[in-house]
């Protein structure tokens, strides 16, 4: 078949994708890699010793269907029950369903979001047909239109879906949960509330996927609980949204050995809880550090800082760190490329981090 009729077999939709770019998985040996937002400390030894346990005939066997029971424990740490609950094959995949099961393929159906926030949203959008409603965020990344939310600004209080990065990336803010419910309740479609960051950060909103029918919190077991690999994230809300969402997944959605790692997971958040505080002094640490190197670090509620480096364009930074060995985030998007975002790492990489900043900065290039 010629190219030209090869091409004909997409749909025209898929044609002008532009796919998301997710962050670089380079195996440099030596590498210190801050541009995932990875955890820097492995799963804890019980959930270690519990996947490889796991890895036996059993592979042959399809996995639970629902999660069942990592949806129970789930339940009993947020005091809901499973029929509360869905699980995903990251979050990633709860968001793409959420754009499926709650906006229609049409340029009347909006998906609304901040920018800058989490760049897969507008992907989602366009990978289903609906459309867009970005909304700048203020240049300190608070949310728009608070207090005094009023019909006409910036907000469509009637998008089909909203979905609300909090605290939120890359800018590594937090809004208060008090502001979360205003805004919730002006809007009358579904509203997500993305929380991939929250366990480092002061306050969760996820009493308003409980009190709220038309509100979902998403949560995700890669960032804060070290599972990356293992792809595993949560929707909570009203039973008869995650009932919708229940119909639009695949059978199957959730593999074996994730449900198994997140349900130990669940049984050891006391060594997780150890971790979190140790990324929080690290991370302030660090900020202290680089704006006494003339930095400029925005606080942050996350396991990442946004700052915007002094001397050099960013984007010069990021190749600068990367000839030794560091790896940072640079976004091209015109909000944010004057900075650069840093994962928290352990103590020692950010050591070997400001060492290699001062190094530059000393150089003058
Ligand atoms: C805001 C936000 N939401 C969701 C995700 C996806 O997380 P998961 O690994 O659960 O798919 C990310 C990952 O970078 C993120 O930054």
């Known amino acids: 078949m010629n190219p030209t009729r090869l091409k004909k077999l997409i749909r025209p939709l898929v044609q002008k994708l532009h796919a998301y770019v997710p962050g670089e998985q380079p195996k440099i040996p030596g590498l210190i890699k801050l541009n995932t937002n990875e955890n820097p400390y492995p799963p804890s030894p019980h959930v270690l010793k ?14 639970n269907p629902t999660a069942e029971r990592l949806r129970a424990k789930l339940a009993r740490l947020h005091r809901c029950t499973p029929d509360h609950l869905i699980i995903g094959n990251g979050s990633d995949e709860l968001l793409a369903l959420a754009v499926r099961t709650f906006t229609e393929p049409s340029p009347k ?8 926030s989490y760049s897969l949203y507008p992907v989602l959008a366009d990978t289903h047909g609906a459309a867009k409603n970005p909304v700048p965020l203020n240049p300190d990344f608070s949310m728009p239109g608070l207090p005094g939310l009023k019909r006409g600004q910036v907000w469509d209080f009637n998008a089909a879906l909203t979905l609300v990065t909090t605290p939120n990336a890359p800018g590594g803010r937090g809004y208060p949960t008090a502001e979360l419910d205003k805004f ?3 809007q009358q479609g579904v509203v997500v509330l993305d929380e991939a960051y929250v366990d480092f950060a002061d306050e969760n909103a996820l009493k308003l996927a409980l009190k709220h029918p038309h509100v979902l919190v998403s949560r995700t077991f890669s960032k804060a609980y070290s599972l990356c690999f293992q792809r595993v994230g949560y929707f909570v809300g009203h039973p008869d949204l995650i009932a919708a969402l229940h119909k639009m997944r695949d059978s199957y959605n959730v593999n074996g050995l994730g449900q198994i790692a997140a349900e130990a997971t669940l049984d050891d958040l006391k060594y997780y809880r150890a971790n979190f505080r140790q990324i929080l002094t690290t991370r302030e640490q660090l900020s202290r550090q680089l704006t006494k190197l003339g930095f400029r670090v925005l606080p ?27 790896l940072v985030r640079w976004f091209g998007a015109k909000e944010v490329r004057d900075y650069l975002r840093i994962t928290i790492g352990t103590p020692a990489e950010a050591e070997a981090l400001v060492r290699a900043v001062s190094a530059i900065a000393a150089e003058g290039g």
């Open 50 to 63: 519990t996947v490889q346990a796991a890895v036996d005939g059993r592979l042959r066997l399809y996995p």
């Open 184 to 186: 919730c309740r002006a």
């Open 300 to 326: 942050s509620q996350t396991n990442f800082i946004l700052t915007r480096p002094p001397l050099f364009p960013a984007e010069q930074w990021l190749q600068k760190l990367r000839d030794r060995k560091i």
């Open 109 to 116: 159906s909006r998906v609304q979001y901040f920018t800058p």
